[in-house]
């Protein structure tokens, strides 16, 4: 397949750099570096080539990483997963630069402000589709701390299928529950629907006091991801979103 180009006041505009225009003067300047020489035609078409962020450089930094870009979050709690609510949110966490970039980054999927976990920004459509189509099947795992101890009977309501949360009309998809001690399980779901767990739980007579994500698909949370902090996600760790676990 051809490497596509864009030019590179495009290109720098869409990485959040400035306009166009204020790209122009970066140019002019002198700060942008392309193997080791300044360039000086903002119109110039650039080459998008993979190695292009370790060749190219806006002042002393190599250059944001072009699209498509996904990054893997371990979300906080306090912090909510959109733009439009109020509260701080997880973009806040990532460069102020990547909040103005076109495409623009988006959560894959949401996690409840007092929710913390394994959290999935992409600018990648496809992906975000594949990931959340319920046809993808992508499996979630949750680790829930309980209010009260688990009767026994939540695995197989949880199982059955047919269980209708409150305000919903159509019945859940089978879920897996594995108890850990009688106020902790790990509860693995396919969907992705408003407040599920914590809805679940409380269908059956439960409250989730604490919840917390650690895999998708076949991807878990990196240990070396603190609460709040981000990295980008490697093409292997996307494919194994994919692979099938359990
Ligand atoms: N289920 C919930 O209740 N909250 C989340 O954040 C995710 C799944």
Not at 21 to 42: C, N, Q, S
Not at 77 to 90: K, Y
Not at 105 to 125: F, K, P, Q
């Amino acid at each position: 397949m051809k490497t596509p180009t864009m030019r590179l006041d495009r290109l720098l505009a869409n990485l959040g750099y400035g306009s166009r225009r204020e790209v122009g003067y970066m140019v002019a300047g002198g700060l942008v570096v392309l193997d080791g020489k300044r360039l000086k035609d903002p119109a110039q078409r650039l080459s998008l080539d993979a190695d292009l962020p370790a060749r190219m450089n806006v002042g002393a930094a190599p250059i944001d990483p072009p699209p498509p870009l996904t990054l893997l979050m371990h979300k906080p709690l306090g912090v909510v997963c959109s733009h439009r609510e109020p509260g701080r949110s997880i973009y806040e966490l990532l460069p102020e630069r990547w909040r103005r970039r076109d495409p623009v980054l988006s959560t894959i999927g949401r996690l409840d402000a007092e929710t913390s976990g394994l959290l999935l920004i992409t600018d990648d459509g496809a992906l975000l589709h594949r990931v959340i189509s319920p046809r993808s099947h992508v499996k979630k795992r949750y680790l829930a701390t309980l209010a009260r101890p688990l009767t026994g009977q939540e695995a197989a309501v949880f199982a059955a299928g047919d269980l209708i949360l409150e305000g919903d009309t159509d019945p859940l998809a089978p879920a897996v529950l594995e108890p850990l001690s009688p106020t902790t399980a790990w509860l693995t779901i396919t969907e992705g629907r408003y407040h599920q767990v914590r809805r679940m739980f409380a269908a059956v007579g439960n409250h989730v006091e604490a919840l917390h994500r650690d895999r998708i698909g076949g991807l878990d949370l990196p240990d070396e991801l603190a609460p709040g902090d981000y990295r980008i996600a490697r093409a292997p760790e996307l494919a194994g979103i994919f692979l099938a676990t359990q």
